[in-house]
């Protein structure tokens, strides 16, 4: 993740210095070589398919709600936490990485039919709430992903840390403070979720990056 020294992570108001920063940003994403990369619909909608609506036809027959594999010799993939099937898409791939979602069961059969025709993959998480527990295991299970890095928004980093799912933190701190009302930070913990104590950190490497980034690595404790 990136944020201003006060934890803020959209970032509309930042001007011409968001793409400076954002390229200082995807570098920092490449060197750690993962296999996966996640995000929720709200980050993907903005940043990746700009808002595109599913153009969806009556499937012909009820669909099981059971895992699609759209591609079934993909080795890197871009994951989107899409619970009620909102995203529209074009192809079954961002930059060359295999596109899963991960929905729960209320999606409608239209929906699953629009995406098996793309040949968008796809998982099931819970009826209605997703367990994200359960979405790191079927992506495990079903395409083999051992490493995942997720990137927000804040929401989607809070459940996961809520839920003890993430083990590292890697934190660009830019030298922005952004004052701006109502927006998220690094991590959201939604109002519908059981609320635990803040998380202890251990810090394992800082790095001071060009234009006065500030690069933050923490081991998150166990427990």
Same mark, same amino acid.
Request: aromatic share 10%; proline share 2%; with cysteine.
């Given at each position: ?24 940003? #995807? ?6 070589? !993962? ?15 700009? $808002? ?21 010799y993909a080795k890197s993939f871009a994951i989107a936490v899409d619970a009620k099937g909102k995203l529209g898409w074009e192809e079954n791939? *961002?930059?060359?990485?295999? *596109? *899963? ?26 009826? #209605? ?7 790191? +295991? ?16 804040? +929401? *989607? +980093? $809070?459940?996961?840390? +809520? ?47 060009? !234009? ?12």
């Amino acid at each position: 993740m990136a944020s201003s020294v006060n934890g803020k992570i959209i970032a509309e108001s930042w001007g011409e210095m968001r793409d400076e920063f954002g390229s200082l940003y #995807e570098d920092c994403h490449h060197s750690f070589g !993962s296999q996966a990369w996640m995000v929720g619909r709200v980050t993907m909608e903005k940043d990746f398919t700009e $808002g595109k609506q599913p153009e969806l036809v009556k499937a012909a027959k009820p669909i099981e709600r059971k895992a699609f594999i759209g591609d079934r010799y993909a080795k890197s993939f871009a994951i989107a936490v899409d619970a009620k099937g909102k995203l529209g898409w074009e192809e079954n791939e *961002i930059d060359g990485e295999h *596109i *899963i979602e991960i929905l729960s069961e209320t999606v409608s059969d239209d929906y699953l039919q629009y995406l098996q025709d793309l040949r968008v993959s796809y998982i099931f998480a819970g009826k #209605e709430d997703l367990d994200f527990e359960i979405a790191l +295991n079927q992506l495990h299970d079903f395409f083999g992903i051992k490493t995942l890095m997720l990137e927000g928004g804040g +929401n *989607i +980093n $809070g459940s996961l840390l +809520n839920a003890g799912l993430i083990d590292e933190l890697s934190l660009l701190i830019l030298p922005l403070a952004d004052g701006t009302a109502n927006v998220p930070t690094t991590f959201e913990v939604g109002n519908f979720l059981p609320k635990k104590g803040a998380q202890e950190l251990k810090l394992a490497e800082v790095q001071k990056l060009e !234009s006065d980034v500030l690069w933050l690595k923490y081991r998150i404790s166990a427990g």
